[in-house]
Structures are given as structure tokens and as C-alpha cells.
């Protein structure tokens, strides 16, 4: 799981609060969070009712990340330093006619 910014995140070293009991009060929330111990993911609870958002999100990932593989593949036969010099051109043809105006 990744965190993000709308997650809570709980440190274990700061809460001295046994896991079970950690675990069970996160439950009882509702909210998804985030649990470190030393600075590092141990653990992230997520209510039931997250769980199909979670799918979600894992289905869009898998979306994303096929669409990034097609274009990678798509562009790899591209001279990367062709694509910086039409880029550049590009863009200084741009400025010099917002220049111009």
C-alpha cells in the first residue's frame, strides 16, 4: 500500500499502544491508516468498505501502467537526443513568435 497525503498514519514508537489494540481502534474508525514503527510502513488498515475503492485503484493502476509499457514500446526505437533537438526547436519557435506579438 502506498501512502497518501489522505491517510493517517500512526507511529508506533510515539502511541506505545500494544498492535492488537492499535489495529482494533483504527478498525472501529473507519478511515484507512497508514501504522510505522521506526519510521517505516509495518502496517495499513483499511475498513471493509474501503476495500472496493482499493480495487479500484489497482485496476486503474493496471490501466496506467499498460498504457505507459504501449507508449515505451512505441517510442523505442526514437533517438532520445532527436527527440531533445525537436523539442528544443519547437520551443524556441514558440518564444520567438510570443516575442513577436
Do not use: H, N, Y
Not at 482494533?24 to 488498515?45: F, K, L
Amino acid at each position: 500500500m502506498v501512502a497518501r497525503p489522505s491517510d493517517d498514519t500512526i507511529d508506533l514508537d510515539q502511541t506505545g499502544e500494544p498492535l492488537p489494540d492499535l489495529v482494533d481502534r483504527v478498525t472501529r474508525s473507519g478511515r484507512p491508516v497508514v501504522i510505522r514503527r521506526g519510521g517505516r510502513v509495518v502496517a495499513a488498515v483499511v475498513p471493509a468498505a474501503g476495500l472496493g475503492a482499493l480495487a479500484r485503484d489497482r485496476e486503474r493502476w493496471e490501466r496506467e501502467e499498460l498504457a505507459l509499457r504501449r507508449i515505451s514500446a512505441a517510442f523505442a526505437d526514437v533517438d532520445l537526443a532527436e527527440i531533445d533537438r525537436k523539442v528544443a526547436e519547437e520551443l524556441a519557435a514558440v518564444r520567438a513568435e510570443d516575442a513577436s506579438r
